[in-house]
């Protein structure tokens, strides 16, 4: 299973509560600017990128390091947010250095010490 949170007020939200299916991509460090597009409000984020349709028909980034495309099976109203839960169908991935977001910033991943 793979657990989604969309927030209330973005404009893509419809198209998940009324999807049977969707797409998660994980991008790759250096697609920040990939990630930039798509939190962007107003514009057509896959017109002039690198995309193709998966097994489901879900979009689905060149480049990412994974990809997982996945069937609805609950949505649940959560505060300002809507939790999607989804099963697993379809999974690609690749070795490299994943993008992270988190505390209103980029952040390159940090190996763990071991010892």
């Known amino acids: 299973m793979v657990l989604i949170c969309v927030d209330n007020r973005a404009n893509v939200l ?4 009324h999807a049977t299916h969707f797409g998660v991509n994980i991008l790759a460090a250096d697609q920040e600017p990939l990630s930039v597009r798509f939190a962007e409000r107003g514009l057509d984020r896959f017109v002039g990128i690198d995309w193709h349709p998966g097994a489901t028909g879900v979009p689905l ?3 990412a390091l994974a990809r997982f495309e996945c069937l609805t099976c609950q949505t649940i109203a959560a505060g300002d947010h809507t939790i999607i839960l989804g ?3 379809h999974a690609e991935w ?8 988190y505390a209103s910033a980029y952040h390159l991943a940090q ?3 071991r010892g």
Do not use: A, I, M, S
């Not at 419809?14 to 509560?17: A, D, K």
């Not at 690749?94 to 977001?101: K, T």
């Open 61 to 63: 980034l060149g480049g």
């Open 94 to 101: 690749q070795e490299g250095d994943p993008l992270l977001y």
């Open 111 to 113: 190996p763990r010490k």
């Open 87 to 89: 099963e697993v169908l």
């Open 14 to 17: 419809r198209h998940f509560v």
